[in-house]
């Protein structure tokens, strides 16, 4: 079989949990559930086959924020969760924390750092003035250093020059990142310790932004809101083959000829096998997932088709998550 070239074709996620769903992948999550928020919880070592930097990894997956009601469960889970990452830092109300929000504000698919920290409750200019702050509040600060492209300076040395003259005890990055998954795009928060790497899921990396390079815990947190036309194909044919095991399986039960409107087959337990795949692909049906994604981001690279995508209603959806996210670290950074 033809050997793809990996290495010129790189089919990017920013996203742990979706690199444990790969073929052989040894790591995997600890999950539970609270509120209808999936909760997944990974710890790296330095020899581990996803390919990621060792450390810790939580990612929070539900299906909505644009619900009144489903916002306040995200929020209140996403609080909880980083209120507890936050802890293993070392974390506590008298920690100096720095939020800084990642990307660029006149691309709203990138935008999801520079609306989170225009929400964060800042109150390090206090704290400077010796002006009395309730026990309940710590010092934070905030600010977004747009992004390379329109500065003219590196991000990470222009986080290293506020760094040095607000001396924080933390850095915590908001971002918006990339995923292999269309089910994840919008629909997933990432926290890791690890730090980030500006532009990384886009295939535009810049400085990286962690530890190691600014000497203090950095603490990244992203939203992928955006994928790749490769993983669409591919996620579509795989939702494809599914929708026809599901049908064929139904095919002769008299019960379904009662359904009248469309049924959401990925929510059923239909198995798909090998025989299934090869009858309705051909050859290609005989590949593996992972196969076929590397396949077709192949033959979309070379001729420029390999577009970057965000769904339609991207404006309404960052404004919700920013505010998800700015509820989360407001909350867990002050005791309000």
Not at 132 to 159: A, H, M, N, Q, R
Not at 234 to 257: E, G
Request: charged share 25%; with cysteine.
């Amino acid at each position: 079989m033809h050997k793809i070239d990996l290495e010129k074709y790189e089919i990017r996620t920013d996203m742990a949990i979706d690199l444990t769903e790969k073929d052989r992948i040894t790591y995997k999550p600890k999950t539970y559930n609270k509120k209808g928020v999936k909760i997944s919880w990974i710890k790296l070592d330095e020899n581990n086959d996803i390919g990621k930097k060792p450390g810790n990894y939580l990612t929070l997956e539900f299906d909505d924020v644009t619900d009144d009601e489903a916002l306040k469960n995200v929020s209140l889970v996403f609080k909880e969760e980083l209120l507890k990452f936050l802890k293993e830092t070392g974390f506590n109300k008298n920690t100096k924390t720095l939020v800084i929000g990642l990307g660029n504000i006149k691309s709203t698919p990138d935008a999801l750092g520079p609306f989170t920290s225009d929400k964060i409750i800042v109150t390090k200019h206090f704290f400077d003035m010796n002006v009395s702050v309730e026990d309940k509040f710590s010092c934070v600060s905030s600010f977004y250093p747009g992004v390379t492209g329109s500065t003219g300076i590196e991000t990470s040395d222009l986080i290293k020059g506020i760094k040095e003259k607000t001396n924080p005890d933390l850095i915590i990055v908001v971002d918006a990142l990339s995923s292999t998954s269309i089910s994840r795009v919008n629909k997933s928060i990432q926290v890791s310790d690890t730090g980030i790497t500006p532009g990384s899921g886009i295939g535009n990396k810049r400085k990286e932004i962690s530890k190691n390079t600014l000497g203090v815990p950095v603490i990244a947190i992203g939203v992928p809101t955006v994928t790749s036309a490769s993983v669409i194909v591919s996620d579509t044919i795989s939702y494809m083959i599914k929708h026809y095991a599901y049908n064929k399986k139904l095919l002769d039960k008299k019960a379904s000829k009662l359904v009248t409107k469309p049924v959401n087959y990925l929510n059923k337990d239909v198995p798909v096998n090998g025989e299934d795949k090869k009858n309705l692909l051909g050859l290609i049906g005989l590949l593996s997932e992972k196969e076929l994604s590397d396949l077709i981001c192949e033959v979309l690279t070379p001729i420029g088709y390999n577009l970057m995508v965000t769904p339609k209603e991207v404006d309404f959806v960052i404004e919700k998550l920013s505010e998800v996210i700015s509820y989360g670290i407001n909350h867990s950074l002050h005791e309000i």
